[in-house]
């Protein structure tokens, strides 16, 4: 049995995404981006112990600014690769995030 539902969440959104690599060596390639991204329509409702909490309205605009690097880690295994990095967010939403991802292409 639960106490809390979420009752509705709508929302329309447009992202632009344009991001830049360059090849320093042939496993390594350090990466930049900028993007640009519209809430048009955000909203959230719910209740909880079935009182009806207050609805938020996410829409807005964000700037997000995105650096990190992909590698090869092992030189003889092209099928490995790891790509750390960070992002930053300003405007509606502000904060940071960041990401490390080991992939194995196959």
């Known amino acids: 049995m639960t106490n809390s539902v979420l009752?509705?969440?709508?929302?329309?959104?447009c992202v632009l995404v344009p991001r830049y690599t360059y090849?320093?060596?042939?496993?390594?390639?350090?990466y930049a981006g900028l993007?640009?991204?519209?809430?048009?329509?955000?909203?959230v409702s719910g209740k909880v112990y079935d009182m009806s909490i207050k609805g938020a309205d996410l829409g807005g605009s964000t700037g997000i600014?995105?650096?990190?690097?992909?590698?090869t880690p092992i030189a003889s295994v092209s099928a490995i690769k790891?790509?750390?990095g960070v992002?930053?967010?300003f405007g509606e939403r502000k904060g940071a995030t960041g990401s490390i991802n080991l992939s194995?292409?196959?």
């Open 87 to 89: 992002q930053g967010f």
């Open 65 to 71: 600014l995105e650096v990190g690097v992909s590698t």
């Open 7 to 13: 009752t509705a969440t709508t929302a329309r959104a």
């Open 35 to 43: 993007a640009y991204e519209h809430e048009f329509e955000g909203k």
């Open 82 to 84: 790891l790509d750390v």
């Open 104 to 106: 194995y292409e196959y």
């Open 23 to 30: 090849a320093v060596t042939q496993h390594i390639a350090p």
